[in-house]
């Protein structure tokens, strides 16, 4: 198992830019989650899903949009870019709820100028 | 709000010691508790998870719980130059609510 991949890794984008953050597990674990972790910061939830066409907001949703067409994907959308939205982006996945242990993804690192 | 407070450090150590982590908790209803281990440029990595007070073993990894006091502890026993990273504290209530993390405590372990 390959376990939660996203891509890119590294991205530039300019203000007002859009962009989609992917991220796919191959483990079939129901729950996915998307977090940013800012500089010397810990991860904060942006959004989630309990399973296929389900998905809810997190503690810091606002200028994020999510899909979850398929168990395996989770894409992450970034309308109208702001440098607020620097940060690094963590998915990640676990088999049942969030009592149970995440598996998180590498990381995308997103620089917006 | 949930919130999770950790002494940001650097917590620094001589290699072998006991290194103790902190952490405190604002949410009651919180259920379980995770340690996660993050070196620099890298993901979170599950060091260890406890659900019921007391203590929790692991090789040289020990977690305790109090939710009294809604204290999380972490010690590792035998210190390792690689255990040099930032930890990071995260509680959930369960169910589909995702984790709440602290800004982690930076360890230093001084060979």
């Known amino acids: 198992n390959a376990g939660v991949t996203q891509t890119p890794k590294f991205r530039i984008l300019k203000i007002g830019q859009s962009m989609t953050l992917q991220c796919t597990q191959d483990?079939?674990?129901?729950?996915m989650y998307w977090y940013r972790q800012d500089p010397g910061m810990g991860l904060k939830l942006i959004y989630y899903s309990v399973g296929a066409g389900i998905t809810d907001k997190g503690e810091v949703p606002n200028g994020y949009n999510v899909s979850r067409s398929t168990t395996e994907d989770f894409p992450l959308r970034l309308e109208l870019a702001a440098p607020s939205q620097t940060s690094v982006y963590f998915c990640a996945s676990t088999p049942r709820d969030s009592s149970y242990e995440q598996y998180f993804g590498p990381g995308t690192r997103l620089t917006v100028t | 709000q949930k919130e999770v407070e950790q002494n940001s450090g650097p917590l620094s150590v001589p290699e072998g010691a006991i290194a103790s982590l902190n952490c405190t908790y604002s949410?009651?209803?919180?259920?379980?508790f995770f340690w996660y281990r993050q070196y620099s440029g890298k993901s979170p990595e599950l060091i260890m998870f406890?659900?019921?007070?007391g203590d929790k073993e692991d090789g040289r990894f020990t977690a305790q719980l109090n939710k009294a006091s809604q204290y999380v502890s972490l010690l590792i026993r035998d210190s390792q130059p690689s255990d040099s990273a930032t930890y990071l504290c995260?509680?959930?209530?369960?169910?589909?609510?995702?984790?709440?993390f602290g800004k982690g405590t930076h360890l230093i372990i001084q060979p």
């Open positions: 995260a509680v959930t209530g369960g169910g589909a609510d995702g984790l709440t």
């Open positions: 949410d009651r209803g919180s259920q379980s």
């Open positions: 483990m079939n674990h129901n729950y």
């Open positions: 406890i659900y019921s007070n």
